[in-house]
């Protein structure tokens, strides 16, 4: 029988057999694009309350075990995300980078990868001088337009949704993998 790679065109599936390092946005891509702010009584402060997709955690957590490097790029601090790229095993977590690309290339060096073995997913402007570099260059389906016509493949799901599972898929099928890590997977 031969191997199914489903939905994934043979051009995106070429680019991502090379992918050894999986880089990401954090608002719009592993979540929903929403940032929650909460009064915190009597402090005058707020706190942010995010929301993550679970198949999103297991998506991440399998490309670990499979060997693919992964981590996050981001303008923003949060302590929610960084609790949650811990629960995932990220191997890399950059937080407040407005401008992405020092962090880009750091995290390239400290892996030892190439662009053509990085895939970067995101969903907004500020991620647009990744994607012009990435191997893979991955939009959501929530992602401005600009972003979608910058992407190698538009993801089926939203950010927040479930996206980042369906691109770690696609690489191990690309890489035929896939086969291998479904029993890896973990709760």
């Known amino acids: 029988m031969p191997k199914s790679t489903g939905k994934f065109p043979p051009a995106v599936l070429k680019r991502a057999k090379k992918i050894r390092l999986l880089l990401m946005d954090v608002d719009g891509t592993l979540t929903d694009g929403r940032v929650y702010l909460m009064s915190v009584t009597g402090s005058g402060a707020a706190a942010e309350l995010k929301v993550f997709n679970a198949h999103d955690g ?3 957590k399998l490309a670990h075990l499979m060997g693919i490097k992964t981590g996050l790029i981001t303008g923003r601090n949060s302590m929610a995300t960084a609790q949650r790229a811990h629960e995932m095993s990220m191997d890399f977590v950059y937080q407040g980078r407005a401008k992405k690309t020092e962090a880009y290339l750091e995290i390239q060096q ?3 990868v190439t662009d ?3 895939a970067y997913m995101g969903d907004d402007l500020p991620d647009l001088p990744l994607l012009e570099r990435a191997g893979l260059a991955i939009a959501t389906a929530n992602a401005v337009p600009e972003v979608k016509m910058a992407a190698d493949y538009v993801t089926h799901r939203g950010g927040g949704d479930g996206a980042v599972r ?3 898929e696609l690489i191990l099928k690309a890489q035929g993998r896939w086969k291998a ?3 890896k997977a973990l709760a």
């Open 58 to 60: 297991a998506g991440v």
């Open 110 to 112: 400290q892996a030892g």
């Open 116 to 118: 053509e073995e990085t």
């Open 166 to 168: 369906e691109i770690v």
């Open 181 to 183: 890590a479904i029993p």
